[in-house]
């Protein structure tokens, strides 16, 4: 299991050239996008799945983050916050039906978890939380599994590949 992440920084510039690398469906949902933000996740996520080749993948985004988990032998979810944002964790906790979390931080490992669980689509036989700046990324799967290897995507070098 890895997880890649990457900035949607990274194609903002070149937008056209990277839509060019996705399908004709994925290019065509890509254009209804109206926020050119959600535009670029969407199409940093579907550029990176179509890129890392694996049989299972599952995408989150927060902010400028688009990460993709990837399995060859487990179903999984995925999902990101940005933990350094201050919230009403209690009431925020209650309105999900969950006992209120004693840290902010506590909040962020059960919502993440319960985003990923949603994606994953059942109840997970295992689950790891990887934190990357202020973020927090969790990453559940079906199968138990070792801590995910996390990797950077470059998105430009897959660009500059299909240009040669």
């Known amino acids: ?7 949607i920084d990274s194609i903002s510039k070149n ?4 839509m060019a690398l996705l399908s004709a469906d994925d290019r065509a949902r890509a254009k209804k996008f109206q926020k050119q933000t959600r535009k670029l996740q969407f199409v940093l996520g579907h550029l990176m799945v179509a890129n890392i080749g694996k049989k299972y993948t599952s995408i989150a985004h927060r ?26 964790f209690v009431a925020a906790a209650e309105l999900m039906g969950e006992n209120p979390p004693k840290t902010l931080f506590d ?32 990453v559940v799967a079906n199968k138990k599994f070792a801590m995910p290897r996390v990797h950077n995507f470059d998105a430009l070098s897959i660009l500059a590949a299909k240009k040669e």
Not at 15 to 18: G, K, N, S, W, Y
């Open 63 to 88: 902010d400028k983050l688009v990460v993709v988990a990837t399995a060859s032998n487990a179903r999984l979810g995925v999902d990101i916050e940005n933990a350094s944002v201050k919230r009403d």
């Open 1 to 7: 299991m890895q997880v890649f992440i990457a900035n």
């Open 15 to 18: 937008t056209d050239d990277f």
């Open 107 to 138: 909040f962020y490992k059960m919502f993440t978890k319960s985003e990923a669980i949603y994606k994953l689509g059942t109840a997970p036989a295992c689950t790891h939380f990887i934190t990357y700046g202020d973020y927090l990324i969790c």
